[in-house]
């Protein structure tokens, strides 16, 4: 039997106010928080995780560093079992949809919202063909 690995590579992104970004994630889109790192506003480092594996990393909009990355530039994938449910939850915690589900020609039911932010997601059925590598 062949586990599938732990996820070994993490979107990472930077919010004008990581702690309503967190709370917005988990309520409409449901990631689960692991840890958040920081004290008041500042977020130095947060961990998401989605329900069907794999996550995002996030903290606090800075200047200056390796991780100057500009707040609401971010975009992602995720897969979901219930895009109709998930389009549902999300319209209603306030995301602003961009596209209603739909089909794709690759057979995958599909929507996207955009966070507080400005982040876009993606959530869909589609996960991705299989490996052909070891």
């Known amino acids: 039997m062949t586990e599938t690995p732990s996820p070994q590579v993490w979107p990472t992104l930077r919010a004008a106010d990581a702690r309503t970004l967190i709370r917005f994630l988990v309520d409409a889109f449901g990631f689960t928080e692991n840890v958040v790192h920081g ?3 500042q977020v130095d480092h947060a961990q998401l995780d989605w329900p069907l594996g794999g996550g995002i990393m996030l ?3 800075r200047e200056g560093g390796v991780w100057q990355l500009t707040p609401g530039t971010f ?3 995720a897969v979901t079992d219930d895009v109709d449910a998930l389009h549902e939850r999300a319209a209603k915690a306030g995301a602003e949809i961009v596209r209603a589900p739909a089909g794709t020609d690759y057979g995958s039911r599909e929507f996207a919202a955009r966070d507080p932010e400005g982040n876009l997601w993606s ?3 589609y996960r991705g063909e299989p490996r052909t590598h070891g």
Do not use: E, L, P
């Open 39 to 41: 004290s008041g506003d």
């Open 59 to 61: 903290g606090s909009g």
């Open 123 to 125: 959530f869909g059925t």
């Open 75 to 77: 975009g992602a994938y």
